[in-house]
């Protein structure tokens, strides 16, 4: 086994190097406060693997993304949703009888326990849904108790799938104060949440086939992410011990930042301002690359691509055909495509390797769909979910898991006495 190895004040130190399937490395720092009496130091964990794991791999430095080793790009043209749901949370793609029993076990557990719709009514109509969301997935903790047994553990998590697009949809209807939409279970996933969002009680309502395989394409490539701020969150609550509900609640909330998720909807409130402000994109260029200026542009630059994000590439070559198929004809696309070209000419974006994410262009398919802006947040979590459950599921089976407690180092003051109130 390769070895690194530490000289600290004259001591010298062999710290063991863990090699993962794709070559990468990782140096064990495991024993290095116990031997030296330090610690690392890397905040935002820019250098830090918390874990080893076997559910992504991403090779941001050539743009690569695979979930259990099947290319992204594979997997957005030619599976479903539900199938990248099962790859993720159980390791492998199903056969026909799993993905069947699969499916089976996500219809039969969509509803909500009616007490639930009381709830909705607590929110003001005005409440942003990501806050919904995540209250609404801790309190199915209170439904569904705490579960030990992997028996158990599984039926949570198909519960959890299955409700979270009825949550999702009952706080948009809810929102524009339309009576719910039960789940129809004649309906695939994708289809059931659009039913749930667009359909009125007083008609009929086919869901568009465009608008249902553009959402099946959105939500596979928010399926998993590695290591990522929501997935580290979800990771150390559940290192706790706490419930699957709680840790997935806490990843909705990590997830609603504008740094993370919430950077779908600011994209577009940022292609809406450039859009009344002139359309000059130059401008806002200028603003991004001024040290003065706090703005930034949204759905640009990413911690680990440091090329062009796999997800955004697909998200760019299909919008085209998508809004075109939904006979939408969006200028913000124009801005959006004007606002890359340029940025990516300027040498500030080229130096610190910045390119479009995920988020630059999915804000204009949601839109294309009629998804209302609150919500893209939403759409990312519920993309998002599979992996979730799948980081907590392999936290809590791996035999390396300890409560995640990192340590700092401390720059307060230093022992002082007391001062009466009278003295100071
Ligand atoms: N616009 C302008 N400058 C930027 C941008 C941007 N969008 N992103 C990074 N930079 C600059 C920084 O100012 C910094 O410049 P400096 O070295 O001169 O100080 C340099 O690029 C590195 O940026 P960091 O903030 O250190 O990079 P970090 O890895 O910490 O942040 C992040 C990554 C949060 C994604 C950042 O690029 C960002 O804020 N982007 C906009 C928000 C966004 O789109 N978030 C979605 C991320 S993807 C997702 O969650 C699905």
């Not at 590695?226 to 990843?251: D, H, K, P």
């Not at 760019?316 to 495509?337: F, H, Q, W, Y």
């Not at 791996?398 to 003051?413: E, F, L, M, S, W």
Request: glycine content about 8%; hydrophobic content about 35%.
């Amino acid at each position: 086994m390769q070895h690194a190895t530490l000289t600290l004040d004259g001591q010298t130190i062999e710290l063991p190097i863990v090699e993962g399937t794709e070559d990468e490395t990782g140096i064990d720092v495991t024993a290095l406060r116990k031997e030296t009496g330090t610690i690392t130091l890397d905040p935002g964990y820019g250098n830090t693997g918390s874990c080893e794991s076997h559910i992504t791999y991403i090779d941001g430095e050539n743009g690569v993304l695979r979930h259990r080793g099947y290319p992204i790009e594979d997997l957005a043209q030619r599976a479903s949703f539900v199938e990248v749901c099962y790859l993720l949370i159980y390791g492998e793609l199903p056969t026909s009888t799993e993905l069947d029993e699969f499916k089976h076990r996500l219809t039969y557990h969509s509803l909500l326990h009616e007490d639930m719709k009381k709830f909705f009514e607590g929110y003001p109509a005005t409440a942003h849904p990501m806050g919904v969301l995540s209250a609404m997935v801790s309190s199915l903790s209170a439904y569904y108790p705490h579960a030990e047994d992997d028996e158990a553990v599984d039926l949570n998590i198909i519960r959890l799938l299955a409700k979270l697009k009825t949550i999702a949809a009952f706080s948009y209807k809810r929102s524009i104060g339309q009576a719910y939409i039960y789940p129809k279970n004649s309906n695939s996933y994708t289809a059931d949440f659009l039913h749930m969002m667009f359909a009125v009680p007083s008609e009929d309502y086919d869901v568009p086939q465009e608008v249902e395989e553009a959402l099946e394409m959105l939500l596979i490539l928010h399926a998993d992410h590695e290591q990522n701020c929501s997935a580290s969150t979800v990771r150390m609550v559940g290192s706790s011990g706490a419930n699957l509900f709680a840790s997935i609640s806490a990843g909705i909330n990590a997830l609603s930042g504008p740094l993370h998720g919430g950077a779908n909807q600011e994209v577009i409130r940022m292609l809406e301002a450039i859009q009344e402000d002139g359309g000059d994109a130059q401008k806002y260029i200028d603003k991004a690359k001024d040290k003065e200026d706090p703005f930034r542009l949204m759905g640009f630059g990413h911690r680990v691509y440091k090329n062009f994000d796999p997800r955004a590439r697909i998200i760019k070559s299909t919008a085209d055909r998508v809004l075109e198929n939904l006979g939408v004809d969006d200028p913000l696309l124009d801005i959006a495509k004007t606002l890359e070209e340029a940025a990516l000419e300027e040498d500030y974006f080229a130096e610190r390797r910045l390119y479009p994410n995920v988020d630059f262009y999915s804000g204009i398919l949601y839109r294309a769909m009629g998804i209302p802006t609150d919500m893209y947040t939403v759409m990312f979590a519920m993309g998002r979910l599979p992996g979730w459950i799948a980081q907590w599921k392999e936290m809590r089976s791996d035999p390396a898991t300890r409560i995640y407690r990192p340590r700092q180092v401390y720059q307060g003051a230093t022992e002082r006495s007391y001062q009466p109130i009278e003295e100071r």
